[in-house]
């Protein structure tokens, strides 16, 4: 019996029956199918409740958690705050120091370390350690103890005593996105095909980071649907084949989900210059039309790992961050700028 059939059985159960479907009792085979589907969507829904880079960044922290614990001949199942302690002041603050003091010595950066203290508490719980530790059992997570939460809270007071700074993303410039663009642009001739496209993306996501002060996720999952009017319907009819808008007017981007919520927008302003979204996108859609790969739902996409060929699927923060550093590499302007120093000075522009 197939899912359709499953669906249109029950639905004729209740309705001869007239009774609550939770009260109905229903085949044992059916049951056992009804109950497998849900549990296999439920697991397909987890999966999307961490982003993948948070999956990884727990995942290389936990496998050098492992490995040490390991070389002590200790395991995940046995460790103790003890065991964090000296994990995480021995090993990991030792081989993590990159942040500089004001002395000119490097150590670790204090949200870096509670970060990784994070990361390692959830990896532990998933393992079945779970709860406070219990120092008369000995029973719980040992990253959730006095212990450890007392040094990590240590540590971020030293750091301070060193002359630890936090620094905040230095804002790029509107001179600057505006120069980076113009090399692109300048560039865009005497490219190949397929440079041509990765080029022709690469400005659009950039005019898009600048005009909408997104973040880099955030961006790069925009789609077609997303560009809207003020007053509501899609954007796009006036926007291709030819821009319909002039200088000075508006839009409104609003992007299937925002860092803790659904929903939320933007509004940008069109310039028609080419700090404006509007002045790739055209190109945009024409080039990528002529290579047989459309622009249909997702503005950029990234392309299937060793192939020219584009994955129907949004640009992830890391990915627009890596083209960015490369072509401000490429054109030598880079200081150490990241997709937030975009976001910090188009912020300040538009504020």
């Not at 084949?241 to 299937?256: I, S």
């Not at 069109?270 to 249909?296: E, F, M, N, R």
Request: hydrophobic content about 40%; glycine content about 8%; overall charge positive.
């Amino acid at each position: 019996m197939d899912a359709a059939s499953i669906s249109q059985y029950y639905s004729q159960l209740c309705a001869t029956t007239h009774a609550a479907p939770a009260t109905t009792p229903l085949h044992p085979h059916i049951f056992s199918i009804v109950y497998q589907k849900g549990l296999q969507e439920a697991a397909s829904l987890e999966q999307q409740s961490v982003k993948q880079t948070t999956v990884k960044a727990r995942s290389t922290v936990s496998r050098e958690l492992m490995d040490w614990l390991h070389s002590m001949h200790r395991s995940m199942a046995t460790a103790t705050p003890e065991d964090m302690l000296v994990f995480l002041t021995q090993h990991w603050l030792p081989n993590h120091a990159g942040s500089p003091t004001l002395s000119g010595k490097l150590i670790a950066a204090p949200a870096s370390l509670a970060g990784a203290k994070s990361h390692l508490a959830k990896e532990l719980e998933l393992q079945g350690r779970v709860g406070d530790w219990d120092p008369a059992t000995p029973q719980g997570n040992p990253m959730h103890s006095t212990q450890v939460t007392d040094m990590i809270k240590g540590y971020h007071n030293k750091a301070a005593d060193l002359g630890y700074q936090k620094k905040g993303a230095v804002p790029l410039e509107e001179s600057e996105m505006l120069q980076l663009l113009e090399h692109m642009c300048s560039d865009l001739s005497k490219a190949s095909s397929s440079d041509q496209l990765l080029l022709i993306q690469d400005g659009l996501i950039f005019s898009l980071l600048w005009q909408s002060c997104f973040r880099g996720f955030n961006a790069g999952g925009v789609r077609l649907d997303n560009i809207v009017l003020p007053t509501g319907g899609s954007a796009i009819p006036y926007l291709l084949p030819h821009v319909a808008m002039k200088a000075g007017a508006k839009l409104h981007v609003v992007p299937d989900t925002t860092k803790n919520k659904k929903g939320g927008h933007c509004q940008i302003t069109l310039t028609c210059d080419l700090l404006c979204v509007t002045t790739w996108l055209k190109p945009a859609v024409a080039l990528y039309s002529a290579a047989g790969q459309p622009i249909t739902n997702f503005l950029t996409r990234p392309l299937d790992k060793g192939t020219k060929v584009f994955a129907e699927k949004p640009m992830t923060g890391n990915a627009i961050w890596a083209r960015l550093v490369k072509h401000l590499k490429d054109y030598g302007m880079y200081t150490g700028q990241s997709v937030h120093n975009t976001r910090r000075g188009s912020m300040i522009k538009y504020d």
